[in-house]
């Protein structure tokens, strides 16, 4: 069964780093995208970043250039999510998403597997 378990959430303060984990069972990453996204009551799922292995660095979207860093460990098959100088706005749920095949140009509907989320509380 394939799956993915988000990690690393909880309360930092205004400038501070955080580190989510995305490990992964029953697939490659030769194999899937995966993509961090982010959601707060009563709006949508945004993304914060997709990585496709051996595809060169991850993509961000423009608004989240700058201090979010994604990276794939293909040993353990765990993606992580590097959150540093954070802000409030970036208090959210966030999730790992997975997509089979390697493509990070399609919307939230072509990640077909979903972790359960870790929450990012930001205080300012």
């Known amino acids: 069964q394939v799956q993915v378990v988000e990690s690393g959430g909880g309360l930092v303060q205004a400038g501070e780093s955080l580190r989510l984990s995305c490990t992964t069972s029953?697939?490659?990453?030769?194999?899937?995208?995966m993509a961090w996204y982010r959601q707060t009551p009563g709006k949508e799922r945004e993304r914060v970043a997709c990585?496709?292995?051996?595809?060169?660095?991850?993509e961000y979207p423009f608004s989240m250039k700058g201090r979010f860093t994604m990276t794939e460990d293909n040993v353990k098959m765990i993606a992580h999510l590097q959150l540093n100088n954070a802000k409030p706005e970036d208090t959210a749920m966030y999730y790992c998403?997975?997509?089979?095949?390697?493509?990070?140009?399609?919307?939230?509907?072509?990640?077909?597997?979903w972790g359960q989320g870790t929450q990012v509380t930001v205080s300012s």
């Open positions: 029953g697939l490659d990453f030769d194999d899937y995208a």
């Open positions: 998403a997975a997509g089979y095949g390697l493509m990070c140009d399609r919307g939230a509907s072509y990640f077909t597997i």
């Open positions: 990585i496709v292995w051996g595809g060169g660095p991850a």
